[in-house]
């Protein structure tokens, strides 16, 4: 059986799968996976449709990941054509998905079709709903389910975007962590000409901040770039020029290394809070949320097995990366050493979202090459 990616892309994108609602185009890969002799079970949770999809019943087992999920579209007249009616024009396809990562979902089971029956070991596929979601029911739901059945993969490839320019650009061997803190500084309400009666809250949020942005977190480890902070938001909730407010709220966002872990930046963002409100009477209350750990997938076999692929497809030897933000990988490396490899993101998210034609026939051929490549060692 032969599944045509470009045809399968154009079938996902009419499913206007916006977060949580993939159903459909779930429903449409499981009926095409069992014709295909996968064994295929739905792993939903809290609303959230995904998808396992297993062919052959031993080891080793590669696995692949994606979502079908996508962004809200935004206003539909920005956009030169209809955002699910994945138009082709001189050779590129226009939707949402198209880039992110409907074309990805599509190469690696285009692939995985082909490959099953002769496959010398086992291929799973696990395609959730829910990755530009929270993602707590999407691939965590999947290996949840994973872990009480005995299922299990023993490395696996993630079809996110990879690529900033080119196709065969760049590869994703790991990726920094993620963390929030939104932070409220409580003072005492007073008149602008009298501080004295008054605790001002901004001149506290100010100090706190400025402390956060002139610490050097790190210079970089082996595999990262530095640990960055920025700060994302400032609000006092005040119009009037001659009032000290009462309360003053901020949020920082923390994207780090593999020199630090969430913990760890949310013990320091505490301890700089308190030096702030022993100085200035204010106290700060933080509300921290880390959505991703750092980590990294050494450069070893798995690693060289894709870029062997990619460089055999493309011509290019792809750079190992971990820059970005995050994705499902960040759940898969609990699990199994995990790689991504995917198509060019320059237009991920964005009005007019698209890839080209041609980028999605080579992604089907760089995946057809890992399973050849990975089964063969």
């Known amino acids: 059986m032969t599944t045509d990616p470009v045809e399968l892309t154009q079938d996902l994108i009419r499913h206007a799968s916006v977060t949580p609602d993939a159903a459909a185009p779930i429903t449409m890969l499981a009926n095409l996976l069992q014709d295909a002799g996968f064994v295929c079970t739905r792993v939903d949770r809290n609303g959230i449709a995904n998808l ?16 079908v999920d996508v962004v809200p579209v ?85 079809g996110e975007p990879t690529c900033p320019n080119h196709m065969g650009e760049m590869i994703k061997i790991g990726r920094r962590g993620s963390m929030t803190a939104r932070i409220t500084a409580r003072g005492l309400q007073g008149h602008s000409a009298y501080p004295r009666q008054a605790r001002n809250p901004i001149h506290a949020m100010i100090a706190y901040l400025d402390r956060l942005i002139a610490t050097d977190l790190d210079d970089g480890t082996d595999h990262f770039d530095r ?67 750092s980590f990294v997938t050494p450069p070893g076999r798995l690693s060289e097995t894709v870029q062997k692929a990619v460089e055999e497809v493309t011509g290019n030897v792809p750079v190992l990366s971990t820059t970005g933000g995050t994705s499902d990988a960040r759940f898969i490396r609990h699990h199994c050493p995990v790689i991504e490899v995917g198509l060019v993101g320059a237009t991920m998210h964005q009005v007019d979202e698209r890839v080209a034609v041609k980028d999605i026939v080579q992604l089907k051929a760089i995946y057809d090459r890992i399973i050849r490549g990975y089964f063969a060692k």
């Not at 396992?52 to 979502?67: E, K």
């Not at 009616?85 to 880039?99: F, I, N, Q, S, T």
């Not at 990805?104 to 696990?126: I, K, Y």
């Open 52 to 67: 396992y999809a297993r062919s052959g019943g031993h080891g080793p087992v590669l696995g692949f990941n994606g979502h």
């Open 74 to 158: 935004g206003n539909p007249d920005d956009w030169t054509s209809d955002p699910f009616g994945a138009e082709l024009r001189d050779g590129v396809m226009y939707g949402r998905g198209a880039c992110d990562m409907k074309s990805g979902v599509a190469a690696f089971v285009a692939a995985a079709v082909d490959a099953a029956e002769t496959c010398p070991g086992s291929l799973v596929l696990t395609i959730t709903g829910d990755e530009e979601g929270d993602g707590i029911d999407g691939t965590a739901a999947i290996l949840d389910w994973m872990a009480e059945t005995n299922e299990k993969m023993d490395a696996c490839i993630v």
């Open 227 to 293: 640990t960055t902070l920025q700060v994302t938001g400032f609000d006092t909730g005040n119009d009037a020029n001659n009032v000290i407010p009462a309360t003053c709220r901020a949020m920082v966002n923390i994207r780090f290394n593999d020199a630090h872990t969430g913990v760890d930046l949310t013990n320091w963002l505490h301890a700089e809070a308190e030096v702030v409100r022993r100085e200035h009477q204010v106290p700060l209350e933080l509300d921290v949320s880390v959505s991703g750990e």
